[in-house]
């Protein structure tokens, strides 16, 4: 079992005797060069080739096909272009070009503070790597974020905003730091109920959720292999239980990877908002499709959230400085 602490260690800095710590940069991002990476998809069992490509200013996260015809094949990284989230969060566009398993890649960029990058991929599905974001956090690590000359975007939470599935729900509530807090409760013995909060800043991401893999039950990766589903799905890419607990042999990496992992998601699947969320998301029981249900519920509510230009740094009073940006922008990312 690995120790948290030793993943990663990001130094704080002290200013006099105040305290600061930084959600990444007030800045926006991009990669410092091209990352290229290759990895079996989940449900093909192929080999996808893909490259994280630098981009502009308010480009966001888009990905691109480059199996498909050249002017049909962006697909923006945005929550209303979410067309299945039943096995992973899947984007559709206009012209039918789609990608699926985005949400470990668009964890690792947000949780990276990285705002602007261009994802070319030669299949409909992001690598699934070891079923976590770790292999994707190294590689912007290794790589490195360079800042650009304009305010990093957030999305100010201005009151509840709560979606509901029977005994599911998420909230999204105001606070002046993002905060992702999860619960979960299964029947099973090597999960039971768990709950964890993270506060996304100063790198917590990369110490305390990146590593945490997918997991699932041996019937139920049976039952997708004979809908021709998962056919990359092994022990080499996710937890897997039966009815006598953890069947892989390295055990876990902590005792709650499993509500880690729900965080990991939570992350990535709200990254589809197109900006840093300043507020607490909690997901009770969630999922995929809660947490864009809950996306769609927040835009359709213009009292609910501001568009703001982050300052960045918090000081122990965890006050974030921002100035109000343009409404008009704030429509745009919607
Ligand atoms: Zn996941």
Redesign the pocket.
Known sequence: MLHRATIGDFPRETAGSIFIVRIYTRMQTTLNKTIELSGIGLHSGRTVSMRLVPADIDHGIVFKRVDKEEGKNLIPAKHDLVTDTRLCTMITNEHGANVGTI??LMAALRGCGVDNVLVEIDAAEVPVMDGSSIAFVQAIDATGIKEQKAARRAIKILKDITVQDGDKWVRLSPSNIPVYKGRIEFAHADIGVQEYALKLINGNFRHDVADCR?FGFLKEAEMLRAAGLGLGGSLENAIILDEHGVMNPEGLRCTDEFIR?KI??AVGDLALAGAVILGTYEGHKAGHALNNAILHALFADDSAWMPVDLHGEIDDSEIVTFTPADRAYGKTIN
């Open positions: 949400e470990h997918t992992h990991l998601d």
